[in-house]
Every structure is written in structure tokens, then in C-alpha cells.
């Protein structure tokens, strides 16, 4: 390590899922908070479709599900 603190990085596969980088906590929408390790990350499902949500089962593969080439922030 370079002795930089280690930040949270998610990442946009192509036509897939958000892959969260640790250290992160990931907090649903009832509250429960899902730690991510440093060193570890999860796969989150942007398709809709998997069956084991908030996570990636890469159903995204089997609905063609396509993505944005690239970020675009909302407008406010």
C-alpha cells in the first residue's frame, strides 16, 4: 500500500452490472446494511431482472439488457 486511505469504487461493466469496490456499505431500502470489505466487491444488478436482487445473477445476459455507452449525471 502507498499508504493512502483505501475509498470506495464502483464501476460500470458494459451492459452489465455496477461492480461496488470495498471498503463500501451498501444500505437497502429498508435499512439493512451490507459491508463490503476492502480487497472484496459485489456485482449490482442494473437489467432488473435478477433474481437475486440487489445483487447480479447475470440474467442481464439472457434479456439482452443494453447500457449507456458511458455516464451522463441526471440534471437537476
Given at each position: 500500500?502507498?499508504?493512502?486511505p483505501?475509498e470506495?469504487?464502483?464501476?460500470?461493466?458494459?451492459?452489465?452490472?455496477?461492480?461496488?469496490?470495498?471498503?463500501?456499505i451498501?444500505?437497502d431500502?429498508d435499512?439493512h446494511?451490507?459491508r463490503?470489505?476492502?480487497?472484496?466487491?459485489?456485482?449490482l444488478?442494473?437489467?432488473?431482472?435478477?433474481?437475486t436482487?440487489?445483487?447480479?445473477?447475470?440474467?442481464?445476459r439472457?434479456?439482452?439488457f443494453?447500457s449507456?455507452?458511458?455516464?451522463?449525471?441526471?440534471?437537476?
Open positions: 500500500m502507498d499508504g493512502r483505501v470506495p469504487r464502483i464501476e460500470m461493466e458494459p451492459n452489465g452490472p455496477y461492480i461496488v469496490h470495498g471498503p463500501a451498501i444500505v431500502a435499512g446494511e451490507r463490503v470489505e476492502a480487497g472484496h466487491s459485489v456485482k444488478c442494473r437489467c432488473g431482472h435478477s433474481a436482487k440487489p445483487f447480479c445473477d447475470s440474467t442481464h439472457t434479456v439482452d443494453v449507456r455507452p458511458h455516464f451522463e449525471p441526471e440534471r437537476p
